[in-house]
Each structure stands twice: as structure tokens, then as C-alpha cells.
Nanobody, 118 residues
């Protein structure tokens, strides 16, 4: 079994910062692309940022220049600066993980709440 466990969410004032972490655990061969998504109440889940195994990154336009995605071994991070009330959402991490060579499956974390007050 593979699990993704997130941490770091919470309540912060507008303009503040938070750092999310997501660690993969279990038995696997390799971790490929990883990413962060978010879902606000009444809205669809949307991409926030992704990072490949080669550290190539991609960001949603709404977070460019404010959020930074990074990874280290089995953990992906999301540094969120200059937070806005519209960043309020449940944040989910995902990872494409290979448990055998040549196959990969997508795993999701349980989600962590980020609330930005105005």
C-alpha cells in the first residue's frame, strides 16, 4: 500500500504564508510527477502546481509568483506566500507512483484545509 499524508494547512490572514507538505509512505519503486490541487466550496478541483521527477514545474496563473512547489525524496512541498482570501480551499497532493517497473498509478492525499481571512 502507498499513502500520501499531508500537513501544514491552517488559518492565516491575507498576506500571510503557509507551507504544505505531503509525504509518500509504503512500498514503491519510484515516485514520478507530484502536484498540488485545490477545491473550494461549490467549485471543481483545480490544479495549483506540479513538479516532475526532473524538477520541472508548472503553476496555475492565479498562483504564479506567490506559490513555490518543490520536492525532496518522498515529499512534495508547497510554499504559499502573499495569500489571498480566494486561496481558501482544501488542498490535495497527488503523486504518480510506480510500484513495479513500467507501471504507475495516481495516488491522492486526504486533503488539508487552508483558510485565508481578509
Amino acid at each position: 500500500q502507498v499513502h500520501l499524508v499531508e500537513s501544514g494547512g491552517g488559518l492565516v490572514q491575507a498576506g500571510g504564508s503557509l507551507r504544505l507538505s505531503c509525504a509518500a509512505s509504503g512500498s514503491y519503486f519510484s515516485i514520478n510527477a507530484m502536484g498540488w490541487y485545490r477545491q473550494a466550496p461549490g467549485k471543481q478541483r483545480e490544479l495549483v502546481a506540479t513538479i516532475t521527477s526532473g524538477d520541472n514545474t508548472n503553476y496555475a496563473d492565479s498562483v504564479k509568483g506567490r506559490f513555490t512547489i518543490s520536492r525532496d525524496k518522498n515529499t512534495v512541498y508547497l510554499q504559499m506566500n502573499s495569500l489571498k482570501p480566494e486561496d481558501t480551499a482544501v488542498y490535495y497532493c497527488d503523486a504518480y507512483i510506480s510500484r513495479v517497473v513500467g507501471q504507475q498509478y495516481r495516488y491522492w492525499g486526504q486533503g488539508t484545509q487552508v483558510t485565508v481571512s481578509s
